[in-house]
């Protein structure tokens, strides 16, 4: 058996591991309900221990930021603090610490580290085809206003993390700028019948 299991879903009996990555539901030992489990060949590996930094031995040793006791083993990539062995924290092959890579992810300037993202498509998008309906039509020169604010603002952030092509990123701009240029064709219209004496 692995070190970690894998329940029935439905009775929560433990599934023996023969029971994984069968081409066909199989029987569960407790309920007989059918079930099918797949799992990655890392599910079988032992987790991996992690490395203890070394004692400071004697005086003028570089030691760690974290903890002054343990021997510096190198700089972080980004704040050029000292770090231990045990503070090394190693991704995409930079060393960083943990602060760097606590705020690299919060931030989002580590992009593998994201787990949410906003979809500028999708406000855009929404602002130009709000101004359609009826109430919102009066005041959709500020809302086409907005979307090309977003779409000239974010033009270069990233796709969501879900997100294939930036279609509706695009199709929601020109909409936006076809509402806009239109207001501006209907104010300078006013403006010149006005000035004329509304001839």
Same mark, same amino acid.
């Given at each position: 058996?692995?070190?970690?299991?894998?329940?029935?879903?439905?009775?929560?009996?433990?599934?023996?591991?023969?029971?994984?990555?069968?081409?066909?539901?199989?029987?569960?030992?407790?309920?007989?309900?059918?079930?099918?489990?797949?799992?990655?060949?890392?599910?079988?590996?032992?987790?991996?221990?992690?490395?203890?930094?070394?004692?400071?031995?004697?005086?003028?040793?570089?030691?760690?930021?974290?903890?002054?006791?343990?021997?510096?083993?190198?700089?972080?990539?980004?704040?050029?603090?000292?770090?231990?062995?045990?503070?090394?924290?190693?991704?995409?092959?930079?060393?960083?610490?943990?602060?760097?890579?606590?705020?690299?992810?919060?931030?989002?300037?580590?992009?593998?580290?994201?787990?949410?993202?906003?979809?500028?498509?999708?406000?855009?998008?929404?602002?130009? @085809?709000?101004?359609? *309906?009826?109430? +919102? $039509?009066?005041?959709?020169? %500020?809302?086409?206003?907005? #979307? /090309?604010?977003?779409?000239?603002?974010?033009?270069?952030?990233?796709?969501?993390?879900?997100?294939?092509?930036? @279609?509706?990123?695009? *199709?929601?701009? +020109? $909409?936006?700028?076809?509402? %806009?240029?239109?207001?501006? #064709? /209907?104010?300078?219209?006013?403006?010149?019948?006005?000035?004329?004496?509304?001839?």
């Amino acid at each position: 058996m692995s070190t970690a299991s894998v329940q029935c879903p439905k009775c929560k009996t433990t599934l023996p591991d023969s029971a994984f990555n069968l081409p066909d539901f199989l029987p569960c030992p407790g309920c007989g309900s059918g079930v099918a489990v797949t799992v990655y060949p890392a599910f079988f590996r032992p987790p991996e221990s992690g490395r203890t930094g070394e004692l400071v031995m004697s005086e003028g040793e570089a030691s760690c930021f974290y903890h002054p006791q343990k021997k510096a083993t190198l700089p972080c990539e980004v704040c050029g603090r000292f770090v231990c062995a045990l503070c090394d924290c190693v991704h995409d092959g930079k060393h960083l610490c943990p602060t760097c890579l606590e705020t690299g992810r919060t931030k989002g300037k580590i992009k593998s580290l994201e787990n949410t993202r906003t979809r500028y498509d999708n406000m855009i998008f929404g602002l130009a @085809v709000l101004a359609f *309906v009826p109430p +919102i $039509i009066y005041i959709s020169f %500020f809302t086409s206003a907005a #979307a /090309l604010f977003l779409m000239i603002r974010h033009r270069k952030s990233p796709l969501g993390l879900t997100q294939r092509s930036r @279609v509706k990123f695009y *199709v929601g701009g +020109i $909409i936006a700028l076809l509402q %806009f240029l239109g207001w501006l #064709a /209907l104010g300078t219209w006013l403006i010149a019948r006005i000035s004329n004496g509304w001839k």
